[in-house]
């Protein structure tokens, strides 16, 4: 499943809007407000274009034995997490994804943890669900 447009929307919003607070630190190494804008614009745009790139090639797929997760354009990054090593999940969201019906996900397994990206609600669901059934298969 490719992401949802929604996640987009999501890192754009946080793109713009986390640096504004710095901007008046910025202020006092730039003699003129134009450049001070323009170099905001140029950065924050450059780092857009990174989050796009990764929301273009970002793939999560659920099977009954494990969730993989590919990402990457120059680097292709793949990664497979079977199921029975997942030991716990839980969702973070914040207030603007909450309104966007997105949540993260993060995955507690044997050793280590992985923060997925965002997801819609009904997909996180199904996941959840699929590493519930799969601990009650375990647990029988």
């Given amino acids: 499943m490719k992401l949802s447009s929604k996640v987009l929307i999501l890192w754009g919003v946080r793109v713009f809007l986390l640096p504004l607070p ?21 950065v924050t745009s450059a780092v857009f274009c990174v989050f796009y790139i990764k929301y273009k090639t970002c793939v999560v797929k659920l099977t009954p034995s494990k969730l993989s997760l590919e990402s990457g354009y120059f680097i292709r990054k793949h990664l497979h997490i079977k199921q029975r090593h997942i030991l716990a999940a839980t969702r973070v969201s914040t207030p603007l994804s909450q309104k966007l019906k997105l949540s993260t996900l993060v995955l507690y397994c044997e050793g280590s943890t992985f923060i997925l990206p965002p997801l819609t609600e009904a997909f996180t669901e199904q996941i959840e669900s699929k590493i519930q059934s ?3 298969n375990y647990e029988a």
Avoid: A, Q
């Fill in 22 to 42: 710095v901007t008046p630190l910025l202020e006092k190494g730039f003699d003129s407000k134009l450049v001070l804008w323009l170099v905001y614009l140029l």
């Fill in 134 to 136: 799969s601990e009650e």
